[in-house]
């Protein structure tokens, strides 16, 4: 059975840093790619980041692009978000997933087929 664990979230304020973490299990983590999307309250799902399977290519959404920094250690089965710089707007439940995609396909919540619990993260101004 596969399942991804978040950890890492929690109030911070302004300015401030966290480091968000997913741990996988269940399935050849090096085989597939992770995405990191978050959820405000009242609205959509949105991507945030992603990381290709083995050669750690990543892209961002432009909202947090140059802020946070997605990773993973395949040999830990673990993947990570830094979030620096945090904004009030950043806050949101926040969740990893694990899938078959590539590229521009990975930036779509429809490309994963496992997802977290979800970390709540909020910022105060």
């Known amino acids: 059975q596969v399942q991804l664990v978040e950890s890492g979230g929690g109030l911070v304020q302004a300015g401030g840093s966290l480091r968000l973490s997913c741990a996988a299990s269940g399935r050849t983590f090096s085989n597939y790619a992770m995405g990191w999307f978050r959820q405000a309250p009242g609205k959509e799902r949105e991507f945030v980041a992603r990381?290709?399977?083995?050669?750690?290519?990543?892209n961002y959404a432009d909202s947090v692009k140059g802020r946070f920094t997605i990773s993973r250690d395949n040999a830990k089965n673990t993947g990570y978000l830094q979030m620096n710089s945090l904004k009030p707007e950043d806050t949101a439940v926040y969740y990893c997933a694990s899938g078959g995609c590539a590229g521009y396909g990975c930036y779509s919540s429809h490309s994963y087929d496992y997802w977290g619990q979800g970390t709540q993260v909020t910022v105060s101004s």
């Open positions: 990381i290709s399977r083995s050669r750690g290519i990543t």
